[in-house]
């Protein structure tokens, strides 16, 4: 009409109501905890030196590169929470947990005493089962609670059990003062003490066959998911490299530990590919990678380790926080196509390539000890990562092809340069990098990597009706914890 103003307009998304004091005071907060310890990192890592306080705290390179990371996640949660949780009527209490969470893990990374390293280690539990079951009401989530209370309790009665044995053997109360004593421990000892310690982080970072509690915790909201994927399982790749000097000097432990983490690696990768939900598969990846995590620390490259934890965190919390924009429907083979030659052609140099970039900036590799075993699982990444990418339908074949090396080798540069950082940082602890001697067992376990990627490159899985169904029940979450009907949830 004549005269109308016809501008168009956007119209974008509602702002959210008037929030609670709390969750902006606490969102404010942990931001300013994010600078402070930004600030403590700076201090710390140009001294080069562990600031000890009256054998409580130790704040050393790793307790503040842990704290940049972890208040960085808890600051993304919290702000990303501020639109997400609008209206919740537990919003109070999601904050809370989120917060007390958040201080839980700053206060284990920096722990020296063992009383107060168990006792944030139980806090972390006790306030990530709360989030689990944030949603009261509905017993999905109530169940998922109890499931995780139980798991988390028992893997604090693990580290309980070893922290007591070490402490009433070294007769030392600090963790620092039982990595100095490890040479006089008896066998005994370290058999009891480290085995328990080995279980308590196989549980917390829900390692096969721990996996149950990750699997069942699908009721938290998503932005717990996010914390806990990024966060609270990765307490089992902190807890081994505080602990490292029991395990390094011993090839057994050391095997036992590599043996435990390749197969929660190679077994969390085949449980992702029979998934039918995007929530599941980020779960059964989280157990995958968290067996990478620790795989690597069996090799005797804590700092690797602490790498790869610190870049699967933000990647996770990423996928995460944005899986609902990435839910679809839609046939099978309808983006994913098959291995072709001309794939494998232009994959296998690139890969090859990345071990060698890899094993340049971090002199991991070139020698015959267990950093040639890293160097060749970054080889069989890439090249699986490559293939991934080669077979997607939905991407045009110039841009698969020749995107490959442009993508994936710098990726190798950055991940070896934070590498490098993470282990410069952590030079300070008494074993962050101790490399291992070769053993029959690591060539079983490079052979267990190419048969498991191979076998998921060409769809195995689901070729065979025997391994399709195991794998499906091996990652069934309990039943109790399983919305049949969604009205239920509408109810709660």
């Known amino acids: 009409m004549t005269g109308q103003n016809t501008s168009p307009s956007t119209v974008g998304l509602p702002e959210p109501p008037d929030e609670p004091l709390l969750p902006n005071a606490l969102t404010k907060t942990v931001w300013a905890v994010w600078l402070a310890s930004a600030v403590a990192a700076f201090l710390v ?175 938290a909201p998503t932005p717990a998911s996010a914390l806990m994927h990024a966060g609270f399982v990765n307490g089992g790749g902190i807890l081994l490299t505080r602990f490292s000097p029991l395990f390094v000097e011993s090839t057994v432990a050391m095997t036992a530990i590599l043996v435990v983490g390749a197969t929660s690696a190679i077994l969390g990768k085949l449980l992702k590919s029979v998934q039918p939900d995007i929530k599941r598969k980020l779960g059964c990846s989280t157990v995958g990678q968290m067996g990478f995590m620790i795989a690597q620390a069996g090799l005797g490259f804590f700092g690797a380790a602490i790498t790869h934890l610190i870049l699967h965190g933000f990647y996770k919390a990423y996928l995460f926080l944005s899986s609902g924009g990435r839910v679809t429907n839609r046939a099978p083979g309808e983006e994913d196509g098959t291995v072709t030659t001309a794939g494998i052609a232009v994959t296998v140099p690139t890969a090859l390539a990345g071990g060698v970039v890899f094993a340049v900036l971090t002199g991991k590799g070139t020698a015959l000890d267990s950093g040639l075993i890293l160097a060749i699982l970054v080889v069989i990444t890439v090249m699986h990562a490559s293939l991934g990418l080669t077979s997607r339908k939905d991407v045009p074949r110039l841009v698969r092809f020749a995107g490959i090396p442009v993508v994936f080798l710098p990726a190798i540069v950055v991940y070896g340069s934070v590498y490098n950082a993470v282990s410069w940082a952590m030079s300070g602890l008494p074993a962050s990098t101790v490399p291992q001697e070769l053993t029959p067992v690591h060539i079983v376990v490079v052979a267990a990597f190419v048969v498991g990627y191979v076998a998921v490159e060409y769809d195995v899985q689901t070729r065979s009706e025997r391994l399709y169904t195991k794998l499906l029940n091996l990652s069934q979450p309990s039943p109790k914890t399983v919305l049949t009907n969604k009205g239920e949830y509408d109810d709660g």
């Open 45 to 219: 890592l140009r001294s080069g030196e562990a600031t000890l306080l009256d054998g409580l705290l130790r704040i050393d390179g790793l307790t503040v590169v842990m704290w940049l990371v972890v208040t960085f996640f808890s600051g993304i949660v919290h702000s990303y929470s501020r639109r997400y949780m609008s209206g919740d009527r537990r919003v109070r209490r999601f904050y809370t947990d989120v917060f007390v969470f958040t201080v839980s893990v700053m206060v284990l990374v920096a722990a020296d005493h063992l009383a107060l390293f168990w006792l944030s280690w139980l806090a972390m539990g006790v306030v990530m089962a709360d989030l689990i079951g944030h949603v009261r009401g509905w017993r999905q989530s109530e169940a998922a609670r109890r499931i995780a209370l139980r798991y988390f309790g028992g893997g604090s009665a693990l580290l309980g059990v070893g922290i007591v044995s070490l402490w009433w053997t070294t007769g030392s109360a600090t963790v620092s003062g039982v990595g100095e004593a490890v040479d006089a421990l008896p066998s005994e000892a370290v058999v009891v003490g480290g085995g328990a310690i080995v279980l308590a982080a196989m549980i917390q970072s829900a390692l096969l066959p721990f996996h149950g509690w990750l699997l069942s915790s699908m009721t």
